[in-house]
Each structure stands twice: as structure tokens, then as C-alpha cells.
């Protein structure tokens, strides 16, 4: 019996050194050693027709400001076209956009309101662009965004997709600030995964698709994790263009971190659970590898974090000595991250707590999320976050 729970907890520690370390510091070295080729600029009269894809649910605040950036981004004009993709909004959002004066700015409303995945599929259909740009209301580019995006498309025939960098402003709060360490360290890795094979997500909020390799998802999952999917479906692969920036703000609070983490880990494993049934159109042995220890065991992790501790628990009873001093310490961590987490909670400042309540709130929000999905919960609908003012708090590189 001691044979088996020490079994169970070594496994279960390999696969959170796994994930957390050894792969992402295997990806990081590995691009280092090969290193991206500099990138051919594409001479204007080259480049292709873009459709610029903006998501938006009851965005007045914001909607206008978005198409003035939007338009400002340097790209020919008569290759550019911006299609706001309203989810049935009941505010102003809609009337803003019928008001604009440029003809490249379209409405594409979803009267059903069938959520961020269905109103984005009506507007690729609506759309008449060779490349589909996709952006949230709230996400703020760099002029030369477009630009970067297109020219990773032309300069590597492998690439179907690209995504860019979200920048994130953030605040003092210890939720924000473990947000930080963990982009970090996320930037990172997301920089090498292309430079070893494929990115394995790309983010709502940037990302560029080639028109005809672009495949419509089902309403209750998440772009983000179908764009590479999609791309191994078509022997593709997916890039990364870390200069093309969208900028947006950090959610300020713990809790609000947690009910976001909950409705991304729903849609994570409902990504699987798709995935799985389209297993055979695969055609990309590589990113199924990269898939798993980048996002299937991270998803998982809680599973694993509570497969060691029951582990622990059966060998320091089992077998005592030297497990049970460790144990106890195992139980110490837990409660200095339940601390830490009820400290933020309550809005007392706990300084360097920031990752540990990030990880701790985390795993929590997936492991409710596994629950909900488990019990049939799938989100078509979207909840787009609105907790963070949108003032100027600082800037990640």
C-alpha cells in the first residue's frame, strides 16, 4: 500500500513540475538555441484584404474609442474593413456604430444573442476579408499591429494564425500584482512555443486567422484554444507576433479573478471534450504534445495538486518518519495560501502574496469548473469584465 501512495504522489508531483517548469523552461531554452529568422517586409501592394472582427456586448463606454483606434491602425485603406460583431447589445452600442461616418465600419448584429463564439461566426460570414483579425471592444492596438500579424502570415507558409501580445495595465492590488508575476513567465512561453513547433492558444483579444483556413467552433467554446486546434486540423501552425500589442486592464479583485478563472475552466474542458470527439481530423502530432503539457495538465492541476496530497496523507500514516514532519509542512503551505487569499479577500495587502493567491484562486476556480462541466454546465453566453477602471496603472513588457 505504501508502494502505491508513493506512486500516486510522484506522479502526481511530476506532472505539476511538468507543466509549471520543466516544459516551459525546456520551450524557453529550446527557442533560445533557435532563434526566429529575421522577419521579410511585405511591400504594400502585396498585402492581402483584411476584415477586422470587433466582439461587443453592451459597450457603449467603449465603442467608440475602439473604432477610432481601430482606424487609426496602418493598414491601405481599401484593403481594411471593420465589422463590429454586436451580441444582441441593448445599450448604444449598436446606434454608435450605425452613426460612424466611415464606410469601412459595418455592423453585423446577432438578434438571438447566442453569445461571444455565435455573434463572431455571423460576422466571419459577413466578412470579406482574406485575413479575419479578431479583437475585443475593450482591446487597444498599436498602429503597426495589423501590419505585424499579416507579415507573419506571408512570411511563413506553415503559419495559418497568429496571435499577439496582450499588454495589461495594472494597479497595487495583490491580485493584480500575482497577475504580473504570472504574465511574466506566460510571455515567455508563449514567445518560445512558435520557435519550437506551434503556439498552443491565442488570445480573444489579437489574433489573425487566414480566412480559408478559418473553421466556425461550436457556440459554447472558445476561440482561444479552437484557432490552434483548427490550425493542426489543417497541418498548420500557429504563430506569435509579440509587437503586436492590444492593451487592456487587470481585474482588481480576487474574487473576480475566481469567477473568470471558473467560466475559462468550463470552456477548457469543454474544448477537450470537442477535441476529443474530432481527435481523427488532427493532423499535427506535435501541438497534441505541446497542447498536453502546456494547458491539459496545468487544467488538471488541482486534480493533481489534490492526488498528492491524499498520497502524502496515506504514507505519513502509513509509514510515518520522515512523511509526517513533511506532511504537516504540506498542510502549513495550504494554509498560508488560504491566508493569503482570505487577506486579499478582505483587502488587507499581504506583500509578495500576489502569485501565491493568482495559483491558489486558480486552481479553486478550475476545480468548480471541472465540477460545473462534469454536471453538463456549457457557456454559450459571455460576461465580458468590467471591474477595472480604465485609467493608466502601470504597463507589462
Known amino acids: 500500500m505504501s508502494v502505491f501512495f508513493f506512486s500516486v504522489f510522484c506522479l502526481a508531483v511530476f506532472g505539476l513540475v511538468a507543466t509549471y517548469a520543466a516544459y516551459p523552461i525546456m520551450v524557453i531554452v529550446g527557442a533560445w538555441l533557435k532563434p526566429d529568422p529575421p522577419p521579410e517586409e511585405v511591400d504594400d501592394d502585396a498585402l492581402p484584404s483584411v476584415s477586422f472582427i470587433i466582439a461587443a456586448y453592451n459597450e457603449e463606454a467603449s465603442i467608440a474609442s475602439k473604432i477610432q483606434n481601430t482606424l487609426e491602425i496602418d493598414y491601405p485603406a481599401d484593403r481594411f474593413e471593420v465589422l463590429v460583431a454586436s451580441d444582441g447589445s441593448t445599450d448604444a452600442t449598436d446606434e454608435i456604430v450605425r452613426s460612424h461616418e466611415d464606410p469601412r465600419v459595418r455592423l453585423v448584429r446577432n438578434e438571438k444573442q447566442g453569445g461571444k463564439t455565435a455573434t463572431t461566426n455571423q460576422a466571419v460570414e459577413a466578412a470579406n476579408g482574406d485575413i479575419l483579425v479578431f479583437s475585443d471592444a475593450t482591446g487597444l492596438y498599436n498602429t503597426e499591429s495589423v501590419r505585424l500579424l499579416v507579415r507573419g502570415l506571408m512570411n511563413d507558409a506553415q503559419l495559418g494564425a497568429v496571435a499577439g501580445r496582450v499588454v495589461y495595465n495594472y494597479d497595487q492590488s495583490t491580485t493584480a500584482q500575482g497577475f504580473k508575476f504570472y504574465q511574466r513567465w506566460v510571455v515567455a512561453q508563449r514567445k518560445a512555443d512558435p520557435n519550437i513547433h506551434t503556439a498552443t492558444s491565442v488570445s480573444g483579444s489579437i489574433h489573425a486567422v487566414w480566412r480559408k483556413y478559418f473553421r466556425k467552433a461550436p457556440s459554447h467554446l472558445s476561440y482561444d484554444m479552437v ?121 488587507i495587502k499581504l506583500r509578495g502574496s500576489g502569485p501565491i493567491v493568482l495559483f491558489t484562486a486558480t486552481n479553486a476556480a478550475f476545480m468548480v469548473g471541472f465540477w460545473r462541466w462534469l454536471h453538463g454546465t456549457r457557456l454559450s453566453s459571455w460576461t465580458p469584465d468590467r471591474e477595472a477602471e480604465e485609467q493608466a496603472r502601470g504597463t507589462d513588457s
Open 227 to 347: 484557432v490552434p486546434s483548427m490550425m493542426a486540423m489543417h497541418n498548420r501552425r500557429t504563430g506569435y507576433e509579440p509587437d503586436a500589442t492590444s492593451q487592456e486592464i487587470t481585474r482588481l479583485r480576487v474574487q473576480d479573478e475566481f469567477k473568470a478563472r471558473t467560466r475559462i475552466s468550463v470552456r477548457a474542458y469543454s474544448f477537450l471534450e470537442w477535441l476529443w470527439t474530432e481527435r481523427d481530423q488532427l493532423q499535427d502530432e506535435r501541438y497534441a504534445a505541446q497542447l498536453f503539457f502546456h494547458k491539459v495538465l496545468r487544467w488538471f492541476s488541482p486534480h493533481l495538486l489534490l492526488l498528492a496530497f491524499a498520497a502524502h496523507l496515506g504514507l505519513a500514516l502509513l509509514e510515518g518518519g520522515i512523511f509526517l514532519p513533511l506532511f504537516l509542512l504540506h498542510i502549513g503551505l495550504y494554509l498560508l495560501a488560504g491566508v493569503c487569499v482570505l487577506a486579499e479577500s478582505r483587502g
